[in-house]
Nanobody, 124 residues
Framework: QVQVVESGGGLVQAGGSLRLSCAAS????????MGWFRQAPGKEREFVAT????????IYADSVKGRFTISRDNAKNTMTLQMNSLKPEDTAIYYC?????????????????WGQGTQVTVSS
């Protein structure tokens, strides 16, 4: 089992950058594929990015491709989401998730553990 906690959210102007972090507990962090999801007010939770256990495979939502970068450090049990060129439509609560599998996944139902979320607000 693993617990995940997000940090790094905040308020930023359009065009700015933020770096989200996800800290995971447990000795088997490297066995889990990880992902980021987000949920805007009045909308369903949506996929943002995912990374395999080794970090060699990643997938991004079309809406963030070229602007966001997902990475992980298994030695430190952490995952990050570097967000550049932020837009007002990126405003949402961002969730870190872990799945008991080493492969990437884009569906929220494929993830087993979730953090509480961190708010990202992009002003125009």
């Amino acid at each position: 089992q693993v617990q995940v906690v997000e940090s790094g959210g905040g308020l930023v102007q359009a065009g700015g950058s933020l770096r989200l972090s996800c800290a995971a507990s447990g000795r088997t962090f490297s066995s889990y594929a990880m992902g980021w999801f987000r949920q805007a007010p009045g909308k369903e939770r949506e996929f943002v990015a995912t990374i395999s256990w080794s970090g060699t495979a990643t997938i991004y939502a079309d809406s963030v491709k070229g602007r966001f970068t997902i990475s992980r450090d298994n030695a430190k049990n952490t995952m990050t989401l570097q967000m550049n060129s932020l837009k007002p439509e990126d405003t949402a609560i961002y969730y870190c998730a872990a799945r008991e599998s080493r492969g990437v996944a884009t569906r929220s139902r494929d993830y087993d553990y979730w953090g509480q979320g961190t708010q990202v607000t992009v002003s125009s």
